[in-house]
């Protein structure tokens, strides 16, 4: 029963903190804020019981569901949920912290984030694709008012954006459920998986073709893989800059976790036909989010785009479909993660601070506030992949992974580690040296204890990452088995 108290806990906090009166902010802020910690603690004695030697998923709970659809409540954890489920439930409290004063009346926004969070950790632990399916789609809900209620004037057009595009995806995968379930009679994936290895399960290649590519669409939005990702700098630039760490460190990593558990496991033959495309679009985005990063002049496009980018690389790393890109790309689910939550709460605190997002509106900044001076540089550092910091391990078992299989491909996908050298050391010059342009405070107490811990997993996962590998390696070697 772990895993359903580990997402009922904070659904439930979420109905608390909705009640608390209008009256009583600090009430409701403290609330989720305790919630958020208390399933915290719970992960931790998930960790503690898991075991990646024993079998693949673990803390397995089993329930009818709805019979006449081969629907059940079946719920489970290998490595590769565990990370990120760990991911989700640092960040939680982190964000909480952050997000402390971004609304007059804090119950609804506090609530939508631990409803949030309990959607995610559903979609993590989901062993049926009908759960999983449901729980996917619901988290457009909470996400749209979040984006759209407390951003900035073009809040409500970027989170339309992002529910169309979320919308038209979620369709795709909805009738490639059908399909699937017409060809297996079951929605619970480790029998599917179990049959179409052993051969019990056969059906037109063409329709699994099919079936599949309305998996992998759906994933691609939310990912978000180039050219699906428009709606992503628009997220970024009018939402909190809380919702949009959500978003980019949170909620997207659901449509690269649904590739490596769905769209290779229950589709093998159709993601190695399909893998050259995907590589192809995974290195055109890696590029391409570089590039256009380059070339901006708001300070959150530059991050949303470097995103972008990165998701290449968790993508590349995924098709690749050796046991060291998926490794790589799993790693780098969870260091992108802490990453780009560094860099982007750190960018809105300085926003905070100067009332722009605008670069050149900027200068001089380390000469009255170091302290987020140099933070940011560390943060920044870290996104471009500098060894001794996490992003780097992961990007590197991406790229050998790659480069045994399509070396092109990966050659051309390593001009990215250039091209964010480019733009992360250019967005650090023109804010934090040069002229100081006026005065402006350092970080406080609280912004302090939200990045700190963000900083510090970052260079112990780049110095030590085998903790983390240990727990993904056993389930990565499950996924690999038996791909061409």
Not at 72 to 92: E, F, K, N, R
Not at 167 to 174: D, E, I, P, V, W
Not at 272 to 283: E, M, S
Not at 428 to 448: F, N, S, W
Request: glycine share 10%; hydrophobic share 60%; with cysteine.
């Amino acid at each position: 029963m772990i895993l359903s108290a580990l997402w009922l806990g904070p659904l439930a906090g979420a109905v608390l903190v909705a009640t608390v009166p209008a009256g009583r902010p600090m009430v409701g802020k403290y609330t989720a804020l305790g919630v958020s910690v208390a399933v915290l603690v719970i992960v931790g004695a998930l960790v503690a019981g898991f075991d990646p030697a024993n079998p693949q998923y673990q803390f397995v709970e089993s329930q009818s569901w709805i019979r006449s659809f081969g629907a059940s409540y079946i719920v489970g954890i290998d490595g590769v949920a565990m990370v990120l489920i760990v991911l989700t439930t640092v960040l939680m409290p982190l964000l909480l912290l952050a997000g402390w004063n971004d609304a007059e009346r804090p119950s609804v926004y506090l609530a939508l984030m631990l409803v949030i969070e309990s959607m995610m950790l559903v979609a993590l632990v989901a062993l049926d694709v009908l759960l999983f399916f449901v729980f996917f789609e619901a988290l457009l809900i909470p996400m749209y008012f979040l984006i759209g209620r407390y951003g900035g004037v073009g809040a409500p057009r970027a989170a339309l954006k992002f529910l169309l595009y979320s919308l038209f995806g979620g369709l795709l995968m909805l009738a490639a459920l059908i399909g699937l379930n017409l060809v297996t009679a079951t929605f619970d994936s480790r029998a599917i998986v179990a049959g179409i290895t052993s051969g019990e399960i056969t059906a037109d290649p063409d329709v699994m073709h099919v079936v599949f590519l309305g998996f992998l669409l759906a994933f691609a939005v939310k990912a978000p893989l180039w050219p699906l990702h428009t709606w992503l700098p628009g997220v970024a630039t009018e939402a909190t800059p809380v919702t949009a760490v959500l978003m980019m460190a949170v909620v997207d990593k659901i449509g690269t976790f649904g590739m490596l558990r769905y769209c290779l496991r229950l589709f093998p033959d159709s993601a190695v036909l399909f893998r050259p495309f995907v590589i192809a679009l995974a290195v055109i985005g890696i590029i391409y989010g570089a590039l256009v990063a380059i070339g901006q002049s708001d300070i959150m496009r530059v991050i949303a785009y470097s995103s972008i980018s990165h998701f290449g690389f968790i993508v590349l790393g995924v098709f690749a479909m050796t046991s060291q890109g998926q490794s790589g790309a799993t790693l780098y689910m969870v260091n992108h993660g802490l990453a780009t939550a560094a860099l982007f709460l750190l960018a809105g605190f300085l926003v905070s601070r100067r009332g722009s997002r605008l670069i050149a509106d900027y200068g001089g900044v380390q000469q009255v506030a170091p302290v987020l001076a140099g933070t940011f540089l560390v943060a920044g550092m870290a996104s471009l992949a500098l060894p001794g910091l996490a992003p780097f391990v992961s990007e590197l078992l991406v790229l050998v992974g790659t480069f045994s299989r399509y070396p092109l491909f990966a050659v051309l996908a390593a001009t990215g580690l250039v091209l964010s050298a480019v733009y992360i050391l250019w967005l650090y010059q023109r804010i934090m040296t040069g002229p100081r342009k006026e005065a402006m405070c350092d970080l406080v107490p609280r912004e302090l204890t939200v990045v700190m811990p963000l900083l510090a997993m970052l260079i112990v996962l780049g110095v030590y990452p085998k903790p983390a590998l240990d727990v993904i390696n056993p389930a990565i070697e499950h996924i690999v088995a038996g791909r061409p």
